[in-house]
């Protein structure tokens, strides 16, 4: 089904020349980063301003959070009396930065003892365990922190207090009826916060809880440690985009310090993976850690190949940074190859499947770590919400991960609620979301799926494919770039601008190895051409470049590619189409 373009400001015509920007800060950007601001609603220069130049300084106060001040209270005492802490948190990436920001936080700050702890992705499944409560009780642990984890762990929080262990909860997953048992629950999404933070990912919430920490602990000349919050900036960073988290106010702020500190961080791990990657000596972009570094460093844990992230995070020496990475790029190419062949075993399996409003497929042959990135491929390639799970034959259980394609109105955790007794447990996004259950009740989780997308009146649709701006080629180049990355960083929340290019001729194609295609285009006149790169084609996209179309419309995001130390512009195409007015 083609994709179907649409302009976001088909109801509001943006000027060519939009004065109220067009002086301050704005006097020096190029006219077309002008109307794309303008597009996007930044219509005045103190916006701009804003935009711009952000600063930390004007950060919410981390005490909005509900219950912070509870969980501070908590954590001073600790510190006061020397207890043994131990911070648990998730496996994936928001979980793991956290991790390592809290760890190195608390050290700092000069906390006695602290112990981290995170549940294995193959063997004990996501979640805050209660056997780990029990085995962190008998190692002398008298509080847990949990990172992006618990909000509906009602049973670990029940045994964390029979065993009279402390729990300060913090987390930012939608949370359920009831919440646990713990001395304080920050999360900004729980009922009655009113914070305005609820954008924030895992790791972001534990970054607010060490900001309010930090503050208290010196507030009260303590004695405690200094701590650069701007240092832990790279894993606040790295967990924001990585999770998809809405990029606006405080979260755009941190990120745009973020990705600088990144760049220039000297954590042996981190800069030995930039190293692997060339990507050091440059400024980062929110796709460069999006989409090249944080992948390599998600391989880890879907593989447990011996090397977990937070080794990577915390690593203290360059030979043994070089030695982990590796491991990582190792991972990395396992990790490509099982998804590939599980991607093609799946869309089989999906012959004649007879529900249009979903898919759900599982086979003992899915790799456990890689569900999620196979349904995030089947939800864009299928239009619809995609289940997929990884079966263990002898034991008999599913363990799965749902994503949504984009677009749709629906709520994953809503859909899998509708199935809650059919489930062994179930939880996430409305976006991504994971489940568990056992092999004879797919039927019913099927029927249940069925229902509750039926009552929701779900069709499959047209992909909507929303594009900033008409832009003829020669408006584009390295001046307009150097803006355009000024203005980020982008990423959910605050997209990466994409373009319309009308009446584009190709001059040339070659296929690149992996499938990509990279071209040279022109405008109608061939008075400005540029490289461009098409990644991943599809079907429909290779059909129409092998046909004998005159010219094409793209829908594009302008970048930077680095080649043999070399950098030029290139424009990395969307989507295509023939142009319908030769």
Not at 186 to 210: E, H, K, R
Not at 399 to 406: E, F, I, Q
């Amino acid at each position: 089904m083609e994709p179907i373009w649409k302009s976001r400001l088909a109801e509001s015509p943006v000027e060519e020349t939009p004065p109220a920007l067009a002086k301050g800060p704005g006097s020096a950007l190029p006219p077309l980063i002008l109307r794309l601001l303008q597009g996007r609603g930044v219509d005045n220069v103190e916006q701009l301003q804003q935009l711009l130049y952000p600063r930390l300084a004007d950060l919410k106060d981390p005490f909005l959070l509900k219950n912070m001040d509870k969980a501070i209270d908590r954590l001073v005492e600790a510190f006061e009396r020397r207890e043994k802490i131990c911070i648990y948190a998730d496996f994936d990436l928001d979980g793991t930065s956290g991790l390592a920001l809290l760890w190195t936080g608390l050290r700092d700050l000069g906390f006695a003892e602290v112990l981290r702890y995170q549940p294995k992705r193959l063997s004990e499944g996501y979640g805050f365990h209660a056997a780990a409560v029990e085995d962190l009780h008998r190692q002398g642990v008298k509080l847990i922190v949990t990172v992006d984890v618990g909000i509906t762990s009602l049973a670990a929080c029940e045994k964390a207090r029979e065993l009279g262990l402390d729990v300060v909860l913090t987390d930012h997953h939608l949370p359920g009826e009831v919440l646990p048992p713990a001395v304080a629950v920050v999360n900004p999404n729980q009922p009655g916060d009113d914070s305005g933070l609820g954008y924030l990912c895992g790791a972001g919430v534990g970054f607010y809880l060490l900001r309010a920490l930090k503050k208290t602990l010196h507030d009260r000349q303590s004695g405690a440690g200094e701590l650069d919050l701007k240092s832990i900036l790279d894993f606040f960073t790295i967990a924001t985009l990585t999770d998809m988290v809405p990029l606006r106010e405080d979260n755009r702020v941190l990120v745009k310090h973020g990705l600088v500190v990144l760049a220039e961080t000297r954590r042996p791990g981190l800069r030995a993976l930039l190293n692997e990657l060339e990507l050091s000596g440059r400024p980062l972009t929110s796709q460069d850690v999006a989409i090249r570094f944080a992948p390599k460093l998600n391989a880890l844990s879907r593989m447990e190949a011996g090397v977990l992230p937070i080794d990577i995070f915390l690593c203290d020496s360059d030979s043994e940074a070089r030695r982990l990475i590796h491991h990582v790029m190792e991972s990395n190419s396992t990790r490509v190859q099982l998804q590939s062949d599980a991607e093609q075993k799946a869309l089989r399996m999906l012959q004649g499947w007879p529900h249009e409003d979903f898919v759900f497929v599982a086979s003992e042959s899915f790799h456990r770590g890689v569900v999620g990135l196979i349904a995030t491929k089947l939800a864009q390639n299928l239009n619809r919400p995609a289940f997929v799970g990884s079966l263990d034959e002898q034991e008999g259980v599913i363990v799965g991960s749902a994503r949504l394609p984009n677009g749709s109105d629906a709520c994953l955790v809503d859909a899998m609620g509708s199935a809650a007794d059919v489930l062994t447990r179930f939880g996430g996004h409305s976006a991504a979301a994971g489940f568990e259950l056992h092999r004879p009740r797919v039927g019913e989780f099927v029927a249940r799926l069925s229902a509750y997308f039926r009552d929701m009146k779900l069709k499959p649709r047209p992909l909507e494919i929303l594009y900033d701006l008409d832009v003829n080629l020669g408006e584009i180049g390295p001046h307009v770039m150097k803006w355009h990355d000024f203005v980020g960083p982008f990423g959910t929340g605050f997209q990466t601008p994409l373009f319309r290019l009308s009446r584009v001729k190709v001059l040339s194609q070659r296929e690149l190895r992996g499938g990509h295609i990279k071209l040279k285009i022109s405008d109608p006149e061939g008075s400005a051409s540029w490289e461009a790169l098409l990644f991943s084609p599809t079907e429909r996209q290779k059909h129409a470049l092998d046909g004998d179309a005159e010219s094409f419309d793209f829908l594009g995001e302008l970048q930077w590619n680095y080649f043999a130390g070399n950098r030029s512009m290139q424009i990395l195409i969307r989507d295509l189409k023939v142009n319908p007015w030769q």
